[in-house]
């Protein structure tokens, strides 16, 4: 898999390194390149971040920062949504409930919220079936905490949210 990673300071890259135990980074203006091992995040000058996550799940989870927060994770929201996880059961609905609690989307009716969700998620407004079929979920008992996860695990979040959050399913 390949994925290049262009921000202010540094364009790369990335790709899984020959013997598969890492991601090797080919820097494009000069060539040079370099092998990381065991990384979780890279945090670049610009204060822009990039997330590995080893699963699915960790996606999902690096994908609803943006949907609920409109920005890039911090090393302390990935560490502390990873050690979560990685719990025997893990408290999803408290996660979720923190995503709400602090995106300040909490107080906004349904319709500013599927809207703010969208404009976070994909940087457009839901149209009117969207918006609709959002409303109607909202309206059956839906959490909104759930609908986060709805729209960062579909295929349009992974690809616009894709140079921020990388899944590696598994190799890293």
Known sequence: MKQSLSHAF?????????????????????????????????????????????????????????????????AEQWHTGVDLLAQDTPPVQEILDWFVANSGLANLNDTDYVQALYQNTFHHAADATQLHDALDSLNNGVDRGWLGVELAQTQEAVTLIGSQVVVMDGWM
Request: proline fraction near 2%; aromatic fraction near 6%.
């Open 10 to 74: 540094w364009d790369v890259l990335c790709c899984k390194s020959p013997n598969g135990n890492g991601i090797e980074q080919t820097q494009l203006t000069d060539g040079s390149m370099s092998t990381l091992k065991n990384v979780e995040m890279i945090a670049f000058d610009s204060g822009e971040t990039v997330v590995f996550a080893h699963n699915q799940t960790e996606g999902i989870l690096g994908r609803l920062v943006h949907t609920f927060l409109d920005k890039n994770a911090t």
